[in-house]
């Protein structure tokens, strides 16, 4: 008889284990899928994240080979006559208007660091990624003063370009950025300098409010292309005449 109570109590203890293996091995795959273990469902991430980097540096490889048959045709075409030589330096004028081409040349950099940290505390101050309309109202200025190219944080500054705030960052072009902004502009330096940093002007704000600035003039700067595709969908080109 006793050997029987033994019996059942085990019986009983068993089944009692099976139910919470079942209910454990139930809960891990809702969690991490179904036959995978974290460790592997890890592993199948990384594989998945390494395709889809490879997919993308193999986009923009093919995007990089267009652009240069695109620049070996129309110098080829250029060099058949004073008509197409033309044509070629007016597009290669307009895609530098649009972005389209990577620029270099004097100009200057400023660069905008948020307050020492002992000053961060303070009733006044605020990171410059929340500035929104003082970075919009630098890029202006520069505008004004001539500037034949601008970038903020490497990213060019076109009339497609985004600026928007995101979280504790901001997004320009779609890309991810954060302090310190750094903004360069291409055009004469001391132009460029003048209109920024004058008694009153942009930079002596931004220093009154213990921003730390720094402003120099460069002999070359490099400004990269816009790298997005605009389409145009809604447009068309008017015809000659048309009302």
Not at 3 to 8: D, F, I, R, S
Not at 170 to 175: A, K, L, S, T
């Amino acid at each position: 008889m006793k050997n029987l109570k033994e019996q059942m109590a085990l019986a009983l203890v068993s089944i009692f284990l099976g139910l919470i293996l079942s209910i454990q091995f139930k809960t891990i795959n809702k969690t991490v899928g179904e036959g995978v273990l974290p460790t592997q469902r890890a592993q199948q991430l990384a594989v998945e994240l390494k395709k889809i980097q490879g997919e993308r540096d193999l986009q923009l490889k093919r995007l990089e080979e267009l652009e240069t048959k695109i620049k070996q045709y129309e110098k080829g075409e250029a060099d058949k006559n004073v008509y197409a030589e033309n044509l070629y330096k007016d597009t290669l004028k307009y895609r530098m208007l649009a972005g389209y081409v990577d620029l270099e040349g004097p100009g200057i950099t400023l660069e905008i660091n948020d307050p020492p940290i002992d000053l961060q505390f303070g009733e006044q101050y605020s990171p410059i990624v929340d500035e929104l309309d003082i970075i919009l109202q630098i890029v202006s200025i520069l505008n004004a003063a001539e500037a034949e190219a601008i970038s903020i944080n490497d990213q060019r500054y076109t009339s497609y370009t985004e600026i928007v705030r995101a979280g504790d960052h901001i997004e320009i072009n779609g890309v991810s950025t954060n302090s310190p902004i750094v903004i360069k502009a291409i055009g004469d330096p001391s132009t460029l300098e003048s209109a920024l940093a004058f008694k009153g002007g942009i930079v002596w704000q931004l220093e009154n409010y213990d921003y730390i600035i720094h402003i120099n003039q460069e002999k070359k700067i490099v400004i990269p292309k816009y790298r997005k595709i605009k389409e145009f969908i809604y447009s068309k080109p008017m015809e000659d005449g048309a009302n």
